[in-house]
């Protein structure tokens, strides 16, 4: 088993050319054999013109003599017959090939004037007769070439052409196989980096064939993995920060209670601290647990078919005491619609969306929510008149642990997990989330879910 590419690319190419130049002659042998034949006889007859105008033209001694003494007869043989069909002279040596068998028949109309063709399946055996006067008598010229002229023409004619293309053909393909075969060397190399962990990796293959686009498709995976390694390092120094925060909290509070002498209402308030950070604790590892089983092929959504807006209704009403300590109100414009999906997590989503919307709203501020419908799809908006979202932080807020409200951050609590656990419930059901905002002037959030959503559709 060859298992090097650029052998066998060589080898193929090699085995390819000649295979197609041996079929290629054969087949132009084929097609041209009729042709050939002809032009072998023509050639006989013209020889034979030639040998009758000698004894036209000389006695008939001299001319037995200079036809005797030609160079030509290496490649033909002559036969001379008299009217009695006796064979006079013999010119040339057969060296063991088949002499061709001249009848009387033809010895007779060759006296009478005609010339005679003679082919046969041996092309050598075939023969041209030609009549010849000289002073004596009427006498039948006989012309046979000594070899096929097929053999000798074809095996020459042949041998070189398969030589020279052979040669020629193989340095091309060796140079041609280089090229062919550098760019994937240079993919070869390029993974063995991507795999000791070198991300900045630059193919520069400008083919634009299948070998293109695999060095396209190779650049773009390891953007993507370069991504994703810059996404789990930030992922491992979130996590660590936020555990870290509680986590001081705990044991600096705990070797506080250590104290003998502490009142009883700072003993208390450190509990109440330490019991707070042991809730953040258990609720960050619960956001990432029910991350995690979003993003991976465990999570079966429970489909059902319920009214949309009875549910946000519903939310709204559990989050009363969120909203009514900061005296926000709601102005709902919620049509009457029902949709099939799995509505314990799209509980999840209207509480992060509207506890977010109720959490940065100004105190006494105004929520909007709608829904409305078009062919195939809900559209639920929900609208706050809060501190709004710089635009740089808008591409990330659903990224997990990230946080827009940063100068904020002791004013509002939060993991940053909740519109990442959203986004991947949102696109689980085969839907879209935007945002929409501008800083000082509020947020918008529109989620665009299909109203019949089926098994088939999520497993595409």
Partial sequence: MIRS????????????????TVIAFVITFLVFRGNMNENVQEELLNFGQDIVRIYDTIPLREADKFVEGMKQL??????????????????????GQTSARVTADQIKNVLNGEIVRANSSNESTGFVGLPLRTEAEAKALFIQPLLSPYTSFNVKWLSTFLIYSLVIGSLLILVASIFVVKPINKLTKATKRLASGDFNVRLNIKQTGELGTLARSFEEMTHDLQHLEQM???????????????????????????????????????????????KRLSNMSDSLLKLSMLESDSQQLRLVTRSLDEQIRRVIVALQPQWTARNVHFELDLQTLKVTADHDQLDQ??????????????????????????????????????IGIEPEDQKRIFERFFKADRSH??????????????????????GDIQVESRPGEG??????????????????
């Fill in 5 to 20: 590419l650029y052998i066998r690319v060589v080898l193929s190419f090699l085995i390819s050319v000649i295979a197609g």
């Fill in 443 to 460: 947020t918008t959030f529109v989620i665009t879910l299909p109203i019949h959503t089926t098994k088939e559709s999520l497993n595409r």
């Fill in 232 to 278: 789990r390092r930030e992922f491992v120094t979130n996590v660590s920060h936020e555990v870290q925060s509680p986590l001081t909290s705990i044991s600096g509070y705990a070797q506080a209670l250590k104290q003998v002498n502490l009142a009883e209402h700072e003993r208390s308030r450190y509990l109440d601290i330490i019991i707070s950070e042991a």
């Fill in 409 to 430: 951050s002791s004013k509002y609590e939060g993991s940053g997990m909740g519109l990442a656990i959203v986004k991947q419930i949102v696109s689980l059901h085969q």
């Fill in 349 to 386: 989503v209207w509480m992060n969306i509207l506890g977010n919307a109720i959490k940065f709203s100004e105190v006494g501020g105004v929520i909007d929510v709608s829904i409305s419908r078009n062919i195939s799809d809900v559209i639920i908006r929900i609208s706050d008149k809060g």
């Fill in 74 to 95: 290496d490649s033909y043989h002559i036969r001379i017959y008299d009217e009695n069909n006796n064979e006079l002279h013999s010119y040339g040596t057969l060296g």
